[in-house]
């Protein structure tokens, strides 16, 4: 079918402060097209001080959705009219519905984790431990999904500790079995924690661009073999962190399975279909 943007066409995107390199357009306009929908997602590019606005205007241009990004998903929420359950819990938003001028705001970034985190079928956090780096949004949602598959411990390692300690005391009251510590980026408890856990996450936004020789990690030889190493970011695809994982044989996955699975459960939000994360994962691979 032609594709061709007309008086019925419904506008979703995504708001966010520097979106410019966000592979959330083409992932969703990709899924647009193969589906023949009357459905254009837009980038929106905002600035903290028009937020507020920003979101009033999604019920004055009556758009259907967007997708919160960097650095707003915490901040949204007072804009916001409704929450999810588990976005109320998480205190993050990363999807806004607009449904006749009521947003209510959703997290999707939880299962977007968990559905990358089980790609290949092998990996099992449950009554296991995990380190963290980062304290923001995305660690709301990265630790909540870690929880909800019963991880033994996560320990949050971030810059901001009175952050971190939010989130643990937000977050464990809902998952009594499971255990959270929190510690200021210093190398020596690093690697302590390290050493005990099968899963380290890079949830800050040291890497991205412009400065994209930044790295949570203050030593290379902390990785050890039988280590997943993750960052949240996709662009650069390997930032120096996945790169000092991978020279160091370590397993690494980026951020980008975890963006097309939110997006496939925000996409669904909106549209009411919901496509094969595998299939446009291979083709959002193909075409970047
Ligand atoms: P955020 O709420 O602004 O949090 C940023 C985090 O990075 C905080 O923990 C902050 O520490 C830390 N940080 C920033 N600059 C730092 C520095 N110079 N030194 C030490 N720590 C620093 O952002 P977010 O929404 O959580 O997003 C974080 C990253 O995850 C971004 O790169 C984003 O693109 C990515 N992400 C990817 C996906 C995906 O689907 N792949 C989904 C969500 C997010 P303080 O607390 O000390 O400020």
């Not at 506008?11 to 959330?24: A, D, Q, T, V």
Request: aromatic share 8%; net charge positive; proline share 5%.
């Amino acid at each position: 079918m032609k594709r061709e943007i007309n008086g019925k066409t419904k506008i979703i995107g995504i708001i966010g402060k520097n979106i410019e390199n966000s592979l959330s357009p083409l992932i969703h306009n990709q899924i647009i097209f193969k589906y023949s929908l009357n459905f254009c997602y837009l980038p929106f590019k905002v600035t903290e001080n028009d937020l507020s606005q920003a979101i009033q205007g999604i019920k004055a241009l009556n758009i259907r959705g967007v997708n919160i990004t960097f650095p707003y998903k915490e901040k949204v929420i007072e804009f916001l009219d409704e929450l999810e359950e588990s976005a109320r819990r998480i205190g993050a938003v990363n999807t806004i519905v607009n449904n006749k001028g009521i947003l209510t705001g959703y997290n999707t970034d939880v299962i977007g984790f968990k559905k990358s985190l089980q790609e290949d079928g092998k990996f099992i956090i449950k009554k296991k431990k995990a380190v963290i780096f980062g304290a923001g949004g995305a660690a709301r949602a990265v630790v909540y999904a870690l929880l909800e598959e019963e991880i033994e411990e996560i320990c949050i390692f971030n810059r901001t500790l009175e952050k971190a300690k939010k989130i643990k005391q937000n977050l464990l009251p809902f998952f009594p079995r499971s255990n959270i510590n929190i510690f200021p980026l210093e190398k020596e408890k690093l690697k302590d924690k390290i050493e005990e856990a099968p899963l380290l996450v890079n949830t800050t936004s040291l890497g991205m661009p412009p400065k994209i020789d930044n790295t949570p990690l203050p030593d290379e030889k902390l990785f050890h073999p039988n280590l997943l190493v993750y960052d949240l970011i996709y662009h650069p695809a390997k930032t120096l962190f996945l790169r000092q994982a991978e020279r160091a044989g370590v397993k690494i996955i980026n951020g980008l399975p975890m963006l097309v699975y939110q997006g496939i459960e925000s996409f669904h939000l909106w549209t009411g279909l919901k496509p094969e994360g595998k299939e446009v994962l291979k083709m959002i691979k193909r075409i970047t």
